[in-house]
């Protein structure tokens, strides 16, 4: 099958400027939908179309992983095959490829949309939190795994140490200590599947059910599902300009255990804490026996100025849990993250890590080992850090040219996304859902908001621009400015 051909076919048709790995998959389902691409067939194996193709391997990956997902394909051993897709759009297995054990048995059902509108399961543009996958220096990390996977041995392949592999909690150690000024030693480094594995640590092992937990509010969904989940109490701390504003009332009456804090970039609206609240956290946390959490999601990004120091190595033994991650700076899929967790807590902190966490993913870790020490992952941060940079920039003069009067960007100064307010009189979710069938997924600020009287004071959105070019982001700010227009009321 020519598949260029395909492809170009289908860019004509399109009602918007597609990706190559978007439009790959686009054009494979609607070939699949159409029954030109019949049942059994085995599609081209990724290398092989990444080379026809000329485009990243990681496009087609991410093309036919998304078929896998929706029941169009199978992921076989003999390769990616065509499922049947019968006259309601639900894709069935083919008899001559039995389906992978780990791909779903029932597929989801796919509905064919009007014109201008896509899957909503597939809404991808804007979206927050992605990194620009097609830029990832693919050849780099995989010869980086196949150099480590070349040194394994037998007793490597057992239950390593639940702390992570010593060559990677080494490398963390190090590479913190000089990007982020945090005060550790490598047994104080603990790997886990990410944040959100973190989180669930913290909540489990560092407090008690009915005990209270501080969220930022706005803040990240993630810790308050956590928390939640653990049974704490969750407290909602007002965010302003300087970060967190914990009152002196709030000390006394609703004292914490844990405090929840993304101080160098707030997760959504972007500010950063202040020196003052750093400082002064750390010592009343210490005053109550609380633990301060310190999420360091996205600092390696900041695009003005180097990453800010973080709040664990502003004191000695500072009530401090730090978390980072690797999802934003590499990729999602690697599932790797860490813990630092105080010296003095490091030797019942494992013994309880032990009970609860079974490492593995060796090859990968000592990949990631490799990676930090050679370089190779302090070159990928600049280029990256260069490249959010321009696209932050022409998400803003998108905003600025297709929305004035109608959209606010707030002050940020790095990461993956940007928060706006939505000045229109619009509800923000409303405006998220008539977008989402436009292909553009704006996460609203609202949802962010743990009760209803703060939800109503944010009413905007958080957009993500890894992944868009600025000629790109240009055409879609332009579809949103008209959606926003066709649901103002008429005397606007």
């Not at 290398?47 to 093309?63: D, H, K, T």
């Not at 360091?296 to 401090?320: C, F, K, T």
Request: glycine fraction near 8%.
């Amino acid at each position: 099958m020519d598949y260029a051909l395909m492809m170009a076919a289908y860019a004509k048709r399109a009602v918007r400027k597609l990706t190559q790995q978007d439009l790959l998959y686009e054009s494979l389902r609607r070939s699949i939908l159409d029954g030109d691409i019949g049942r059994g067939t085995r599609l081209a194996s990724s290398r092989a179309l990444a080379e026809q193709l000329g485009i990243a391997r990681n496009s087609v990956l991410y093309a036919y992983e998304r078929l896998v997902e929706e029941g169009f394909v199978s992921a076989t051993r003999h390769g990616s095959v065509v499922n049947a897709v019968n006259a309601g759009g639900t894709a069935t297995p083919a008899q001559t490829a039995p389906p992978h054990p780990g791909t779903p048995l029932l597929a989801r059902r796919v509905r064919e949309l009007p014109p201008r509108r896509a899957n909503r399961d597939g809404a991808r543009a804007l979206r927050p939190g992605v990194p620009a996958l097609d830029q990832f220096p693919y050849a780099q990390w995989r010869s980086a795994v196949e150099r480590a996977l070349r040194e394994l041995r037998a007793h490597d392949l057992g239950y390593g140490d639940s702390a992570g592999m010593p060559a990677l909690r080494q490398a963390i150690a190090q590479y913190v200590r000089v990007s982020r000024g945090v005060r550790c030693q490598p047994e104080q480094v603990f790997v886990t599947d990410g944040t959100q594995a973190s989180l669930d640590l913290c909540a489990r092992i560092f407090a008690d059910e009915g005990e209270r937990a501080w969220i930022e509010n706005p803040g990240y969904l993630g810790a308050r599902v956590s928390f939640a989940a653990a049974g704490l109490q969750l407290v909602p701390m007002s965010v302003d300009a300087a970060g967190m504003a914990a009152r002196p009332e709030d000390w006394r009456e609703r004292p914490p255990r844990l405090i929840y804090l993304t101080p160098s970039h707030q997760y959504p609206l972007g500010c950063v804490l202040s020196l003052e609240r750093r400082l002064a956290l750390i010592e009343q946390a210490r005053a109550c026996g609380a633990w301060i959490i310190e999420d360091d999601y996205d600092s390696e990004l900041r695009h003005d100025g180097p990453p800010l120091p973080s709040i664990q190595g502003l004191a000695d033994d500072a009530p401090v849990i730090y978390l980072g991650t690797f999802s934003k700076t590499l990729f999602p899929a690697l599932r790797i993250g860490f813990m630092i967790v105080p010296q003095r807590v490091v030797a019942p902190f494992a013994q309880a890590h032990l009970t609860l966490v079974r490492q593995g993913r060796v090859a990968e870790q000592l990949a990631l080992a490799d990676f930090i020490e050679s370089g190779r992952y302090s070159r990928h941060l600049r280029r990256m850090r260069k490249l959010y940079e321009e696209r932050r920039d022409g998400l803003v003069a998108a905003i600025d040219k297709h929305l004035a009067g109608m959209m606010t960007v707030s002050a940020d100064a790095g990461g993956m996304h940007l928060s706006v307010r939505l000045d229109a009189p619009l509800a923000d979710v409303e405006v998220s859902e008539a977008a989402r069938a436009h292909g553009l997924q704006l996460s609203p600020l609202s949802a962010y908001c743990l009760d209803a009287p703060d939800a109503a004071r944010y009413n905007g959105f958080l957009l993500g621009y890894a992944e868009t070019p600025p000629r790109v982001a240009d055409t879609l700010i332009q579809t949103l400015a008209q959606i926003v227009r066709e649901r103002l009321p008429a005397s606007r």
